[in-house]
């Protein structure tokens, strides 16, 4: 992820920032459960590691332009406090919780399978937050 960084920004400078977070969980929500499948079918290292750099590429798309909208987001009075309350709780929620809530769900419905819903899920609700924010802050 931190060798993508610096071209994912360029590129997100260029075509704009809420453009690449858009098609990054786009991409996320079509292919988080067929990678999750794969996961299951066929458990061993090289499966592992190609999820991984698939997953750690649409990672990188999203991570790398968010500091960009953020700041956007917010007046300069308050930008700070903004930033690290908005990332922070998301963060807390929905990335320090997941393996409670995914382990409660594998659990409830015994498939592994709900590890890929789960991040189709928040993938989902990035790209509507996403979507607002282009709409509200007037994003490209």
Known sequence: ???GLPFVGKLADRVGSARVMFWAATGTIMLGVPLFTLLNQSPN??????IELVLGVLATAYFAPMPAIM???FPVQIRTTGLSLGYNIGVTVFGGFAPFIVTFLIG???SLLVRGYYLVAV??????????????????
């Open 1 to 3: 992820m931190s060798a």
């Open 71 to 73: 700041s956007a987001m």
């Open 108 to 110: 409830t419905t015994g």
């Open 123 to 140: 993938a989902a609700l990035s790209l509507c937050s996403i979507v607002v924010s282009r709409r509200v802050f007037q994003q490209r």
């Open 45 to 50: 290292l090289p499966t592992m590691i190609g």
